[in-house]
């Protein structure tokens, strides 16, 4: 089994801004790298916003959307090794390409096409 965790840098305001929200070449990399060697593969996305990860949750096995912790990464461990139960509900809609983003800006509301979770999106955990 393997954990892979992948995602943005820190960033404050602006400094995050950047016109593709995809994995960067190097997370992709070592996500294909981890998926070719691990039976299992449990994908941690770090991030401060909804990035495009269609791709990705489609090869892992578990995928959990950890946002940026700061200080409390910790409670992300409690989680992966069964601690704590895994809870929670998207604040946002989560799209499943950058034309949803592109139909934002377009004031356009984005189709059900675009959208990978919908809001308030609750997982099963077994």
């Known amino acids: 089994m393997a954990i892979a965790v992948v995602g943005e840098a820190p960033y404050a305001e602006w400094l995050g801004d950047r016109a593709d929200l995809h994995l960067s070449q190097e997370d992709q990399d070592m996500l294909k790298r981890a998926r070719e060697k691990a039976e299992r593969l449990v994908v941690v996305l770090f991030s401060g ?64 096409d ?3 979770f919908p809001l308030s999106y609750r997982a099963k955990v077994p």
């Open 49 to 112: 916003r909804p990035l495009i990860v269609t791709d990705e949750i489609r090869q892992a096995d578990a995928f959990v959307a950890a946002w940026l912790p700061g200080s409390e990464g910790g409670g992300v461990v409690d989680a992966l090794v069964g601690r704590v139960p895994f809870s929670g509900s998207l604040p946002v809609i989560w799209p499943k390409s950058m034309q949803y983003y592109q139909d934002k800006d377009q004031h356009r509301a984005p189709s059900n």
């Open 114 to 116: 675009t959208i990978l």
